[in-house]
């Protein structure tokens, strides 16, 4: 099973609105057939590994990172599958929350003559498939909000663009970050501060960068922007703005390649609703979104109970007094979230945390 959970890493973020699942089957203490959702999200993992298996898996083990389905779609359920090829028994780790599935998988095999062995890595499995599991569980996409914060508390100098405060290996592993994430989020300050261009710039997952979103209520970005230079190439541009944001700017930038989405106002009326925008991209299949913009909208998410996930970066490099404060000191992110991991790149810290459990 651990090995199926490593290899559904593979696909995470390239699934589209299924969840990126490992399955190996396994005859005679050997690997017959493996399989991984496919970019896109079909095949599913069981069909990719009973095909690659062929008459070996009559009577091999498949460890299937999620339940196997019991659903039809464009395809007929993978539990069915599994029970044609004639497989005998059937490890599986996270069970899915889907309704069509939950639990329905596993009867169809049991009815099948299969023995199941459900709930085993579950845990660990559920990583790589966070994503899918948050939209289910919360009706939005899960959000991984990264912070990149000085010595001194500081995360940048208002009026001064981009702030080098990370270096070359934590820098890499946020672009690293990108392109397991399906999107990326930012407020429109950060849009005119920095002028970023959001993508994974890592050499051979250059086609990984993810969907960009940014947050700006009436529609203030610069025509000459990159991400609205870049719309559609080589990442989509997705803005999200207030119903009356002006007419002839949503023509302008749709026009220039961007897709615009219309979002209420938040109640103090200074920003948009962040819950009702989620559940909105919940809704079209997004799982995950990498939140990097800058102090204001990192505090909008915390304030509003929204971050599944925290990743602070601790640099040694000094900003000054004239820095614009962290949204969370690592003090407060020790006593709200769970730490999971640590890891020293460099001279940077990099801390992981997760949401307590309630």
Not at 58 to 78: F, K, M, Q
Not at 299 to 305: A, E, Q, T, V, Y
Request: proline residues 7%.
């Amino acid at each position: 099973m651990a090995a199926a959970i490593r290899y559904s890493e593979r696909h995470v973020g390239l699934t589209a609105t299924n969840p990126s699942v490992a399955t190996l089957l396994v005859r005679d203490g050997r690997v017959v057939g493996r399989g991984v959702t496919a970019r896109g999200g079909r095949p599913h993992a069981e069909r990719v590994a009973v095909d690659e298996a062929g008459e070996a898996a009559r009577g091999a083990t498949a460890y299937v990172t999620l339940e196997p389905c019991a659903h039809h779609g464009r395809t007929p359920p993978c539990a069915d599958g599994l029970v044609a090829a004639g497989v005998a028994r059937v490890v599986s780790a996270a069970a899915d929350p889907d309704p069509r599935v939950d639990g329905k998988g596993h009867a169809i095999l049991r009815a099948g003559g299969l023995t199941v062995l459900p709930r085993v890595m579950a845990a660990e499995a559920g990583e790589p498939l966070s994503g899918y599991l948050t939209r289910h569980a919360r009706k939005r996409p899960e959000v991984i909000l990264k912070i990149a914060v000085s010595r001194d508390g500081m995360i940048g100098v208002e009026g001064r663009g981009q702030v080098a405060i990370t270096g070359t290996i934590a820098n890499r592993q946020t672009h690293l970050l990108r392109s397991r994430v399906e999107a990326i989020m930012i407020g429109a300050g950060t849009l005119r501060e920095d002028d970023p261009m959001l993508t994974c710039r890592l050499p051979g997952l250059e086609s990984r960068s993810p969907l960009r979103i940014v947050l700006d209520p009436d529609l203030c970005v610069p025509q000459d922007a990159q991400l609205v230079a870049t719309a559609g190439k080589p990442a989509r541009t997705l803005l999200v703005h207030a119903p009356n944001a002006p007419e002839t700017r949503r023509r302008a930038l749709l026009e220039a390649g961007c897709e615009l989405q219309p979002a209420e106002r938040d109640p103090e009326g200074t920003g948009l609703a962040l819950p009702e925008i989620l559940e909105d991209l919940a809704a079209t299949g997004l799982s995950s979104i990498l939140v990097e913009g800058g102090s204001r909208i990192a505090r909008s998410f915390l304030h509003n109970d929204l971050v599944d996930r925290l990743i602070l970066v601790s640099s040694p490099v000094e900003i000054g007094a004239d820095g614009v404060p962290a949204a969370i000191t690592p003090a407060e992110a020790r006593s709200q979230f769970a730490l999971s991991r640590h890891y020293v790149f460099g001279a940077d810290r990099w801390a992981e945390y997760v949401r307590r459990s309630a």
